[in-house]
């Protein structure tokens, strides 16, 4: 009798056991299952941000490939007959915008690099690059001037690639951007970021 008990408690054990691990087993995949819906929806998100392709050449000028909607290009971009020189680009309040900046240059770095830096409405950028050429160390971004940078970039040389991702401002008007390497502001690497405004129709929605 005593035999037969202890078999029914062990299997009754076995049973509780088996029950739990298919419940942690179910719980397990349900997280997985979020997880990887999260991961998605996350990467649709990245991919749903306007991104503009800019390109830093040895002319010392911002250039893209294609004018694309949303900006307004110059003429051909010095003797690179394939790129056209970037002069503004548009932006809606509080829009997402991805900045993917690229040295195109066979110089070392110490000689040509670039930067794309977003300066606050209405900033001195004349003053803010004529102090940048003093701050080699901090990659050409004045510590004492920083309450007049919205965003900035990474300093990239020949062959690098960097990414910055920002709101663009809630104020309407223009912002200008620039290279701060030494001499590039000089010789018209900037432009502006135009913040337009909300049209009565965007409004409504």
Not at 3 to 29: D, H, P, R, S
Not at 69 to 83: D, H, R
Not at 169 to 197: N, Q, R, W
């Amino acid at each position: 009798m005593k035999t037969i008990n202890l078999l029914l408690t062990l299997l009754v054990l076995a049973f509780m056991v088996a029950c739990g691990g298919g419940e942690t087993q179910q719980q397990e995949t349900t997280e997985m299952t979020e997880s990887e819906s999260q991961t998605e929806q996350a990467d649709t998100m990245a991919q749903d941000i306007r991104t503009i392709e800019i390109i830093g050449i040895d002319a010392m000028k911002f250039a893209v490939e294609s004018d694309i909607e949303g900006i307004t290009v110059g003429g051909q971009a010095g003797s690179q007959q394939n790129l056209l020189l970037l002069e503004t680009i548009e932006a809606q309040p509080g829009e997402q915008i991805r900045i993917r900046l690229t040295t195109r240059s066979q110089l070392p770095a110490t000689a040509m690099a670039h930067n794309w830096i977003l300066m606050v409405q209405g900033a001195d950028a004349a003053a803010y690059a004529n102090k940048a050429v003093q701050a080699k160390d901090q990659d050409y971004l004045p510590p004492d001037l920083s309450d007049q940078v919205l965003f900035h970039t990474e300093l990239v040389a020949g062959g690098e690639t960097t990414e910055l991702t920002f709101t663009a401002p809630s104020e309407p008007g223009d912002y200008e951007y620039i290279c701060s390497f030494p001499g590039h502001y000089t010789a018209g690497m900037k432009g502006f970021l135009t913040v337009t405004e909300e049209s009565a129709e965007m409004e409504t929605e």
